[in-house]
């Protein structure tokens, strides 16, 4: 990726630097990750103890001496030869830009890493018009772009300690403070496929962290409940539903629907079956 990242700013004589920090990663990691620093205009640092997914963006994004901040994971690899000029070519003052998400064609070559790659398929590679069209405030904060001045007044709460919807919240606070969040079809391609057995873990997790939003960041906030969508689908269900049934289903059913997330031929709908019960769960 920073091979592709340096060919292309330097294609387009723009001023720039890449900031790539570890984040208290184990001594091996670290000693391929040196090798980053060799590159040009590549600033890499290392954090002795790991400061989570808000706070480490924060500090990146602070500490970056240019007007446009540009984000992407580590795990992610651009598609397109032109991703930087496109960025450049869609920038506005007070507008967010995001890239969305692509996965390869075909599936992955290790069975375990089919969920991970089924779901981001069907649910995250979407186009922009369709993004778009919802006209609210979610983001992939796998790759935006954001001007520094906006940055340094709506940025990750660091609130969320643990895994998941860092970037809804983020979402959420552009939203409120009268940010334009605009997508546009340059995508970079999810590369690092969790095993399904983790995939389902980290989806607990993050189910837990939107739970701690809603209780006691955002508490009763009817605009954040309904443009999350499994939010507002979980309200429409419990309304008819009580909580108790799927806290039941969840009670008898879960070990069954993980066997299926984790087999060969998983279904989303059980997935999301699953979710819901998982959430009904939570106190």
Not at 45 to 51: G, K, Y
Request: hydrophobic share 35%.
């Amino acid at each position: 990726m920073i091979d592709q990242l340096v060919k292309q700013a330097e294609e387009l004589k723009i001023r720039y630097e890449i900031r790539i920090y570890d984040d208290g990663s184990e001594e091996k990691f670290k000693l391929q990750n040196r090798k980053i620093s060799e590159h040009p205009n590549v600033i890499y640092r290392e954090l002795e103890s790991n400061l989570g997914r808000a706070a480490i963006r924060n500090k990146m994004g602070f500490e970056s001496k240019f007007e446009n901040l540009l984000f992407i994971d580590a795990d992610s690899l651009p598609v397109n030869k032109n991703y930087i000029k496109n960025f450049i070519e869609n920038t506005k003052s007070d507008r967010v830009l995001c890239g969305g998400t692509a996965y390869q064609p075909q599936n992955p070559a290790q069975p375990e890493k089919y969920l991970r790659w089924f779901y981001g398929t069907k649910r995250e590679a979407i186009p922009a018009e369709i993004r778009n069209s919802k006209k609210g405030f979610i983001i992939t904060s796998n790759n935006f772009l954001i001007e520094k001045q906006v940055f340094e007044k709506v940025h990750f709460r660091e609130d969320i300690k643990q895994y998941g919807h860092e970037d809804t919240l983020l979402g959420y606070d552009l939203f409120s403070n009268g940010i334009e969040i605009f997508h546009i079809d340059n995508p970079v391609e999810h590369t690092g496929l969790e095993d399904s057995h983790v995939f389902v873990d980290k989806t607990r997790t993050a189910l837990k962290s939107l739970h701690q939003i809603t209780r006691h960041i955002l508490p009763g906030d009817k605009v954040f409940i309904k443009q999350v969508h499994f939010l507002n689908k979980y309200q429409s269900i419990t309304k008819y539903l009580p909580a108790l049934v799927l806290r039941l289903f969840y009670k008898l059913f879960h070990r069954n629907i993980e066997r299926n997330l984790t087999g060969r031929k998983p279904r989303l709908f059980l997935f999301d079956l699953y979710k819901l019960g998982y959430y009904s769960t939570l106190k």
